[in-house]
């Protein structure tokens, strides 16, 4: 007997049974989506993650003061560390030649009026290089310029939100807002740019210049620079520059973390790959769980065919007939289940992506082959012992067996 | 001297049977199934085995058709020693050289009749349109052709026990091993059926070797043998 002489008994059998072989396949088809699904959705809110990260700013580079070994997000302690000023964002925009440019930031929550409207709003403190850093354009009006940075003046550039919150439908343009107390006039509204990974609102946010919000928090600390290469290349470059510049105005200690898009990057994929690992393998123990019902149903097939079986040995089929007859059986309706399994994760997925258009999940092709393949090898294992079992038989036996 | 030999050879047994042995079982609780048969059967036979339940005669009929082997003595079936064989071997000798009639039929209830009769050219690797071209034609000659296509149930048993004849034939065996073939049917179906066993025996040449209790089908055949206790006690052969 050839295979395609196996697999034609096998399928014929699976379809004199269609509700038991259906049912039988339900723990397959349940373990195949919710492995695909859980897989494809860590994977969709990867790439969330990647394009938020990308959408930042290009070539980005993230210098923070302190320094840490560890990789990643978060700020490192403040103790001990030579505090960051503008100064460095000068010494850097003159040496370092590897940048296209450079900006100071510094971050801080003040109370924001307008006429009787107050909210409590991040104020953001940079240059004018801020917009050519960071991927962010301005909606109406314009961004300070480097004489607004120079001469300390009380301008500024609002966000979406608040906008809306403080002004609703009037034009904030020319008006007068007062932040921390102090009379700051709006010269631009920034572009809308939504939420940071779902929690921060970009647009609950006021731009003033370095300069006034080293004032208004009374401190000459910068939270941080932001910095552009001139291309991706020359991104190693651009943070071996940094590094040398700024070690040696920090008194020759690197007391500063470099960053980068990528770096920041590599970490989250980190912990999301462990995620999705971790999620897969629970996923995982429901096709097993599969497989066992599978060999159940099995064993009990063996039984109610023993005569079958005899009938089929007793007219000359020999030990390995029986056992492929039976193996394939399982292989197919594990297999079935998979493909089935495949079609509604699919199915799935795109309903998935209608409700979170943001982060939808992404199937990739090697989870499909790896689910088939799996979904295979669950049957052939499952159907191991349950064929050896009825190959097993004797004849005369299996013949008398009522 | 030539023509000798050949006469010989023509009269060289189809089944021989050398002090058969077949013991179940050790110590106190061993049981002596047979018990030292010595057979001849020549080719193109009809014989009958008799005997009482428990006399053995099962047990001789699953050693003569390979579904068994006995623990002592030597089996040559067309000249080959079976008698110490492995079980996938004697699964091919069944396939090739043995067809069996049951008393239940024994159809697989899911497959057509012609499904049921192709079932051993599946395992001597004949090809799909080979085995439906075979099956059609052994049907046709069981006088089913227009049954193929129904399933056991639909089947009358007479209908039933010649779609088991015809899967019994269908490889061409050397030996047809029918195990109490009228037991379930009607009298006149029986007799219709031990026509036909008549039939294929005079007209196409075909051994049969038939397990009954009933003596007045046993006397349709052209030798009887009775068991008892493992031993066979009395053979019409001249």
């Known amino acids: 007997m050839n295979f395609i002489e196996f697999f034609r008994l096998a399928l014929a059998s699976i379809l004199e049974n269609r509700l038991r072989s259906f049912l039988t396949m339900l723990g397959i088809i349940i373990g195949v989506v919710s492995v695909i699904l859980l897989i494809s959705m860590t994977t969709g809110f990867r790439e969330y993650l990647v394009r938020q990260f990308m959408g930042i700013g290009t070539n980005l580079i993230i210098i923070n003061p302190g320094k840490t070994e560890t990789k990643g997000l978060g700020q490192p302690g403040f103790e001990g560390v030579q505090k960051m000023t503008t100064g460095d964002t000068m010494a850097l925009r003159r040496n370092a030649y590897a940048l296209e440019s450079v900006s100071s930031i510094t971050v801080g929550t003040a109370d924001v009026r307008y006429v009787d409207r107050e909210r409590k709003v991040m104020v953001i403190g940079t240059d004018e290089a801020f917009v050519k850093v960071i991927n962010i354009g301005v909606d109406a009006g314009a961004f300070f310029n480097a004489d607004d940075v120079n001469a300390s003046r009380r301008v500024c550039t609002i966000g979406y939100t608040v906008k809306n919150e403080l002004f609703g439908s009037r034009n904030p343009l020319g008006e007068i807002i007062k932040i921390g107390g102090a009379g700051y006039r709006v010269i631009g509204i920034m572009e809308k740019k939504g939420t940071f990974i779902g929690t921060d609102d970009l647009d609950d946010v006021v731009y003033i210049t370095v300069s006034a919000s080293q004032r208004l928090f009374n401190t000459d600390k910068l939270f941080g620079l932001r910095a552009k290469a001139r291309s991706a290349v020359m991104i190693e470059e651009a943070k071996e520059q940094i590094r040398i510049i700024l070690t040696k105005r920090h008194n020759n200690k690197e007391d500063f973390t470099i960053l980068t898009q990528e770096s920041l990057l590599s970490s989250l994929n980190s912990i999301l790959k462990a995620l999705s690992v971790v999620l897969a393998g629970i996923a995982a123990i429901s096709l097993l769980v599969g497989g066992i019902g599978i060999m159940n149903i099995m064993l009990v097939s063996v039984r109610e065919r023993t005569r079958e079986i005899g009938i089929r040995k007793a007219v000359g089929a020999r030990r390995a007939d029986i056992l492929f007859q039976f193996l394939f059986e399982s292989m197919l309706i594990s297999l079935i289940g998979g493909i089935i399994g495949i079609l509604i994760a699919f199915i799935g997925g795109i309903i998935i992506s209608q409700f979170l258009p943001q982060v939808p999940p992404i199937m990739e092709p090697w989870v499909i082959a790896l689910a088939t393949i799996f979904s295979g090898s669950v049957g052939i294992f499952f159907g191991v012992y349950p064929a050896y079992k009825a190959a097993q038989q004797d004849p005369i036996q299996a013949l008398r067996y009522e | ?238």
């Open chain 2, 1 to 238: 001297m030539v023509k000798g030999l050949r006469l010989v050879m023509k009269n060289e047994p189809l089944i021989l049977l050398e002090d058969i042995k077949k013991i179940y079982g050790s110590g106190p609780t061993q049981v002596n199934a047979l018990s030292g048969v010595n057979l001849k059967i020549r080719e193109g036979e009809f014989m009958a085995i008799l005997g009482p339940s428990g006399s053995g005669k099962s047990t001789l009929m699953n050693i003569i058709g390979c579904l068994d082997r006995p623990s002592e003595g030597r089996y040559l079936l067309d000249n080959i020693d079976v008698s110490g064989m492995k079980d996938d071997d004697l699964a091919s000798i069944r396939n090739k050289k043995i067809g069996f009639v049951f008393q239940m039929f024994n159809l697989l209830p899911k497959q057509s009749a012609l499904g049921n009769v192709m079932i051993p050219l599946l395992y001597s690797g004949v090809d799909a349109r080979e085995r439906k071209e075979r099956g059609l034609q052994i049907l046709r000659k069981m006088g089913l052709e227009g049954r193929w296509h129904h399933r056991p149930n639909e089947l009358s048993g007479g209908e039933c026990q010649r779609v088991a004849i015809a899967r019994a034939l269908i490889n061409r065996p050397s030996i047809v091993l029918a195990d109490e073939p009228t037991g379930n049917l009607d009298t006149r179906t029986g007799e219709e059926i031990i026509l036909l066993f008549k039939r294929l025996n005079k007209d196409e040449g075909v051994t049969l070797i038939m397990v009954t209790h009933n003596p007045e089908i046993a006397n349709e055949a052209s030798r009887r043998i009775y068991v008892k206790d493992g031993k066979i006690v009395e053979d019409t052969a001249p």
